[in-house]
């Protein structure tokens, strides 16, 4: 697997006679005036079983549209494809890998085998059988079927157009361990998506190639070890040959293969290194960042007893980057920002990674640059200076070449690592944007290496033999006091474990909470056309502004997590953790902080910035930026009322997330001295109505907290009787403020308040009004 040998492309047809004697994986004859590709297979043994080999998608050519993950160079499918000939028929089937027996007796792998399904993926017509048993077919119109859902990734009444969809003979290729293939499909709607209009040349149509290979099984499979802490990335198995008593379930560890030259030293050089190669798309100095970044992983796997195990390389200009033989980080282009990921081509058997496949957007570094500019000013751009928005870009570019590859080295994330000082890379970091003598400064923003977490989850990964070793380092890193929080427990706004802030920062999330808002203010008032570049459209300045606007956003998320939270350590039975709930006064400090986060003078707008972010065209017809810009107030005039009600609903949706206020009601019933369902309402509906008297700005931000906690009511996932205590409270406000006497605007805007509050269908329709409570703009990934 590790040493597949290039040869030339095959000719346009090839005998199945001449080709058979080469060394290929199997017979392959193409032809490129017929269209066919035939396959030559093997007599089937007695189960009609022909061949089996590791099946490999990848796409070759994106779509250009970040909301559908359609990337070149993004792995599809791994799996074991095997061929059975039925009769006159070719069943092409994907093994169910995901139930087994290992440990079992044939009669017991047998029977697993026969109780869970495979899957059929193609069912084709042999076309001529020889005297040894053995069969040809045309394997062409498997390739050019839609095996992996693009039509509903793609959504919007995509379909595929067979008769605009076909396998290319020209470019099979057939080597010793593997045999490549390429595939054009092309997809149709009458109704596509804005975003897919955006990257289309006729605005509905999109084609795409994708790579099929088939590849000979590793024949010495890597011995397998599990991961049940989900430290790293792992392939699910259910072992029914488990001993009575003991799981099923069998969380195969994800890892390359890494053997050392004397097996039995603590430390020593390896027989193979790990090499990953930078795509040559990667324009400098982008590409010597990510060759540093990803770099930095030689120094977790030399602590951890590997001698030059890893190393970084720029891809040849003649390598194919699907090539098997190569860990790859793309350099992707999009029409619109998105996401980097690190995803493998994996053994199912085993676990083993055969191929890491990195995907990197490459805008990313350019809205970096862009919000630097617009924190320190757009003339400090190539300066040479501290606060060089293209140096401070590149470092966030190392610290995501490090992250994307620790993904396809086998890690996980590990969102706790900002409350340690950045003691991992597999963390999403906040740029640490800093105040010095009152002045704005990014010279910190990133750190620089992988961190102590990095180096033990390598070590855990790489060097522990047995799940026994493994386990004792775990142990050891749980006295260290290091922390893991990871996805599963972190993910969506009413995540409970405070420890798993995304792009945070800081210790006490509350504390930073403020630093962030006085950093904010700081970088609001030297806000101006300075933060875009000389000659550049001043209507982009709008595009600049959301980021400043909006940099408290992901704080004020990992400071909601204290309310309710709770610590939820991962351990097996034996290991030295507990589960512990926050501290009432981290609690009180979180409620404090996220009032200051709504407060007038948080989400007022300084007068000058009225007129400069109100300069034409209203729009440049760029889907990038028309999607990333805040709502205008008509034309091109800039709506400062409306970027206060997303700034409070940006409070909102993390304070009165459903799993929140559940967890608020259980901790009141646990007898914990720390907010409930009834404070956070009462402290809501007290800011609300001293937020009214400040006028105009204040109204619209009290509306808006009266129309979240509305909707919160109404969540499916939130108790029903918290849904009806909120309810009645929010009845009594209604009564209170319909009862108003004040005069003029406060007066009119009570009493208007208090109708649709007491209006259970106006109030319905309200909140089902996005212009009524509105979506916040973009924001990850940064």
């Known amino acids: 697997m590790r040493k597949l040998i290039l040869a030339a492309a095959l000719a346009s047809a090839m005998p199945f006679g001449p080709l058979a004697a080469q060394d290929t994986l199997l017979p392959v004859a193409a032809d490129t005036e017929t269209g066919t590709i035939m396959l030559k297979m093997s007599a089937p043994d007695d189960a009609g079983i022909a061949g089996r080999y590791l099946y490999v998608a990848q796409i070759e050519t994106g779509v250009?549209?970040?909301?559908?993950?359609?990337?070149?160079?993004?792995?599809?499918?791994t799996g074991i494809l095997r061929f059975r000939r039925l009769g006159k028929k070719v069943v092409a089937e994907l093994e169910n890998t995901k139930f087994i027996a290992p440990n079992g007796s044939k009669a017991q792998q047998d029977s697993i085998a026969n109780s869970f399904s495979?899957?059929?993926?193609?069912?084709?017509?042999?076309?001529?059988?020889?005297?040894?048993?053995?069969?040809?077919?045309?394997?062409?119109?498997?390739?050019?079927?839609?095996?992996?859902?693009?039509?509903?990734?793609?959504?919007?009444?995509?379909?595929?157009?067979?008769?605009?969809?076909?396998?290319?003979?020209?470019?099979?290729?057939?080597?010793?361990?593997?045999?490549?293939?390429?595939?054009?499909?092309?997809?149709?709607?009458?109704?596509?998506d804005p975003s897919l209009r955006n990257v289309s040349p006729n605005g509905s149509d999109i084609s795409l190639w994708v790579r099929h290979s088939l590849v000979e099984l590793p024949d010495d499979p890597m011995p397998r070890r599990t991961d049940p802490y989900g430290f790293a990335f792992s392939t699910q198995t259910y072992d029914f040959s488990a001993p009575l008593g003991k799981s099923m379930l069998v969380n195969l560890a994800e890892r390359h293969r890494l053997e050392k030259v004397d097996p039995a030293a603590e430390r020593g050089p390896v027989k193979e290194p790990i090499v990953y190669y930078v795509d040559g798309a990667a324009p400098e100095p982008v590409r010597q960042a990510l060759i540093d970044g990803v770099g930095w992983w030689a120094e977790a796997f030399d602590e951890a007893g590997f001698i030059d195990a890893f190393r970084v390389e720029v891809l040849p200009a003649n390598v194919d980057p699907l090539d098997m033989r190569y860990n790859a980080v793309n350099w992707v282009n999009r029409a619109t920002r998105g996401w980097s990921y690190g995803p493998s081509i994996v053994d199912p058997r085993t676990g083993e990674i055969l191929k890491g496949s990195v995907m990197l957007g490459s805008l990313r570094v350019r809205q970096d640059i862009m919000i630097f500019q617009a924190l320190m000013g757009a003339g400090l751009t190539d300066t040479g200076d501290p606060n060089d928005p293209v140096p401070v870009a590149l470092a966030r570019i190392r610290q995501l070449g490090a992250h994307e590859v620790g993904h396809?080295?086998?890690?996980?994330?590990?969102?706790?690592?900002?409350?340690?000082?950045?003691?991992?890379?597999?963390?999403?970091?906040?740029?640490?944007?800093?105040?010095?003598?009152g002045k704005l400064s990014i010279a910190n923003a990133y750190g620089v290496g992988v961190g102590e977490w990095d180096k033990f989850a390598i070590k855990y990964l790489y060097a522990a033999k047995t799940d026994e070793e493994a386990r004792a380092m775990v142990q050891e890193a749980q006295a260290r006091g290091l922390r893991f929080a990871s996805n599963a427990d972190t993910d969506g706004t009413g995540a409970a474990n405070p420890y798993g802030g995304l792009w945070d920062d800081g210790l006490e999330p509350a504390a930073e909470l403020h630093r962030v808002l006085d950093v904010r203010e700081a970088a609001l008032k030297r806000f101006n056309i300075d933060a875009i570049p000389a000659g550049q459209d001043l209507a982009s300045l709008r595009r600049a502004f959301v980021p400043i606007w909006l940099l408290h956003r992901y704080q004020t998320e990992a400071s909601a997590k204290l309310l309710g939270g709770v610590y939820t350590p991962i351990g097996l039975n034996g290991d030295d953790v507990a589960v512990s709930k926050v501290p009432a006064h981290q609690q009180d400090a979180a409620l404090d902080a996220l009032m200051r986060a709504l407060s007038v003078e948080t989400l007022s707008i300084p007068r000058q910035l009225w007129h400069a972010l109100s300069y034409g065209p209203r729009t440049d017809y760029d889907y990038s930026t028309t999607i990333e810009i805040l709502p205008m107030a008509g034309g091109s005039v800039f709506d400062p009322m409306r970027a206060a009600e997303i700034g409070a609903v940006a409070v909102l949706d993390n304070l009165l997330a459903p799993d929140r206020l559940n967890r608020l009601d259980i901790q009141q019933a646990d007898g914990i001295a720390a907010p409930d369902v009834e404070r956070v309402l009462d402290r809501l509906i007290g800011h609300a109505n001293d937020s009214a008297r400040k006028g105009a700005l204040g109204r619209r931000i009290a509306t808006t907290i009266a129309l979240s906690m509305a909707k919160a009511s109404r969540e499916s996932a939130l108790s029903?009787?918290?849904?009806?205590?909120?309810?009645?409270?929010?009845?009594?406000?209604?009564?209170?403020?319909?009862?108003?006497?004040?005069?003029?605007?406060?007066?009119?805007?009570?009493?208007?308040?208090?109708?649709?509050?007491s209006d259970r269908q106006a109030l319905d329709a309200a909140i089902s009004n996005k212009s009524m409570l509105p979506d916040l703009p973009p924001g990850s990934p940064i």
């Open 118 to 192: 495979n899957a059929t993926m193609w069912v084709g017509d042999i076309k001529e059988t020889s005297e040894d048993g053995s069969f040809s077919f045309d394997f062409a119109p498997f390739l050019a079927k839609d095996h992996f859902g693009f039509a509903q990734q793609l959504g919007d009444g995509y379909t595929l157009q067979g008769d605009y969809s076909l396998a290319d003979p020209a470019k099979v290729k057939a080597f010793p361990e593997n045999v490549e293939f390429s595939a054009l499909l092309s997809f149709t709607s009458k109704k596509p």
């Open 64 to 77: 250009g549209s970040a909301a559908t993950g359609v990337d070149r160079g993004a792995p599809l499918r």
């Open 408 to 437: 396809t080295l086998g890690l996980a994330h590990n969102f706790a690592a900002s409350t340690q000082d950045r003691y991992s890379v597999m963390d999403y970091p906040a740029p640490r944007v800093e105040l010095v003598e």
């Open 720 to 757: 029903q009787s918290i849904g009806m205590q909120m309810d009645g409270r929010i009845a009594t406000w209604a009564a209170e403020l319909s009862r108003s006497r004040a005069k003029g605007a406060d007066g009119d805007w009570a009493r208007g308040l208090g109708a649709l509050l």
